[in-house]
């Protein structure tokens, strides 16, 4: 993605969290019928003061009249509850809890969840916020390094999943997208794949972060991977 296609990209995030801040958030019932939840309306303004008061017969005129009292605020606004709008709005509020990295034509974002899963488990959460255990980007130097650098060394987690294993035939590691590894786009540790019964892969917070196989049935946590 170009440097300028990025800017805009950031821009419309930032925009969009302004309007959140300054409209209100939208909140739909379960059949998508609009709530009345927008900020209320700023104070109208004072009104005008009171006409002068008449001269009396040997006096001066009266004085002023005391000014308006001020407008009462506005209704609250209306939200837009189409599923479109909707979807727009969350995507851009998730959008900012990933880690994000800018790599030629696509955009990477990455999650980590510091919760101890099986390797099983792991991918049926990743699914489950509509994103799999990472494998696209581990593949590739330049973002392999900016996400040990930004979402694992940073973290505290001894290891983490990634979408790797050699579940369907032993000893054929394959990573979860379908692509066939080999030496030159699986950064192994040393001597390893070592393990008979390791038929899963964590990316280890050690050894210079490099790929272990280790057992599917122990737990880690789990690196999610999206593409935008």
Known sequence: MSKTLWCVFIALITYELFLLRVQGHCCCDQDDNEQIIGPLGRPGK?????????????????????????GEKGE???????????????????L??????????????????????????????????RATLACVGMRIPTVRETVKSKVLRSSGSTGI????????????????DGVVSTRENTDWAPDEPNGASERCVELRNSVHEMLNDIMCSDTFHYLCEKLY
């Open 161 to 176: 999943w990634i979408g790797l294993d050699d579940l369907a035939s032993k000893g054929h590691y394959v990573w979860l």
């Open 46 to 70: 004072a009104g005008p003061k009171g006409s002068q008061g008449h001269a009396g017969e040997s006096g001066r005129d009266g004085r002023s009249g005391i000014g308006g009292s001020k």
């Open 96 to 129: 900012l809890t990933w880690t994000w990295i800018s790599h030629e034509s696509n955009i990477y974002g990455y999650k980590l969840f510091q919760e101890a899963k099986t390797y099983q488990q792991a991918m049926e959460a990743c699914e489950a916020v």
């Open 76 to 94: 609250p606004g209306i939200c837009d509850c189409s599923e479109f709008v909707v979807s727009q709005k969350l995507m851009t509020v998730e």
